[in-house]
């Protein structure tokens, strides 16, 4: 079947623009991640979505960051106002319910790699 | 907090060579243990998991075991091949978030 997909694969952007980022999760997969990989941070994650449970944005690095999950699939990462430090691949995962267990895998789309100039 | 450590590349090997990569974990309770990997071009895919102390994981020729004594999880292979060329990642899971290592990137040579 067919995998995390996000969009856009490549996006650079001019310092103070804001940016959207898309992700598509598999089919019946209700959790969702966030994670960002840069060279200096390595894999950090950002946030996490759980059917209409609120969401688990303890690793937003900033108040420029958010994200929404609409009708408990697509899932919509925006910046505001980015920096140079923005400039990372971003990663979106999914995986069955997690229901408070950490045995699920999650898998992983391709990424979109933001360069801020 | 939870964190990995894993052995620093890179690593370089010549094919049929044994392959280790060291990882050790800081968490409370009982985390999930993960290998990712990360082939060139590619994203990440997972490799292995192991979900409770003394499970051993494996899939194409590569096995860790989940050692709590020791908190460790290291990934071995008895013999490489080049397309085994990639970058590998240990991770635990603890409350639906993953902490990655630093990832360890491996060449190896025909």
């Known amino acids: 079947g067919a995998g995390v997909s996000q969009s856009p694969s490549n996006k650079v952007t001019e310092k103070g623009k804001d940016v959207e980022l898309r992700c598509d999760p598999i089919?019946?997969?209700?959790?969702l991640y966030w994670y960002r990989q840069s060279l200096g941070q390595g894999l950090e994650f950002l946030i996490y979505?759980?059917?209409?449970?609120?969401?688990?944005k303890s690793g937003l690095p900033s108040d420029r960051f958010s994200a929404e999950r609409t009708g408990g699939s697509v899932s919509t990462l925006t910046i505001q106002r980015t920096q140079q430090e923005d400039s990372a691949v971003y990663l979106c995962?999914?995986?069955?319910?997690?229901?408070?267990?950490?045995?699920?895998?999650?898998?992983f789309g391709p990424g979109t790699r933001l360069t801020v100039t | 907090g939870n964190s990995v450590t894993q052995m620093e590349g890179p690593v370089t090997l010549s094919e049929e060579a044994f392959l280790t990569i060291n990882c050790t974990y800081t968490?409370?309770?009982?985390?999930?243990l993960f290998w990712y990997v990360q082939y060139p071009g590619e994203g990440l895919q997972l490799l292995l998991k192991a979900t409770k102390a003394d499970d051993k994981g494996s899939n194409k020729g590569f096995e860790a075991t989940y050692r709590k004594e020791t908190t460790s999880f290291h990934l071995e292979k008895g013999s490489v091949q080049v397309s085994d060329s990639a970058v590998y990642f240990c991770a635990l899971s603890k409350n639906h978030k993953l902490s990655f290592g630093a990832g360890t990137t491996v060449t190896v040579r025909a």
């Open positions: 968490a409370t309770g009982y985390p999930s």
């Open positions: 979505f759980q059917g209409n449970s609120a969401p688990d």
């Open positions: 089919s019946g997969h209700t959790a």
């Open positions: 995962a999914s995986s069955l319910a997690s229901g408070g267990r950490d045995t699920y895998e999650q898998y």
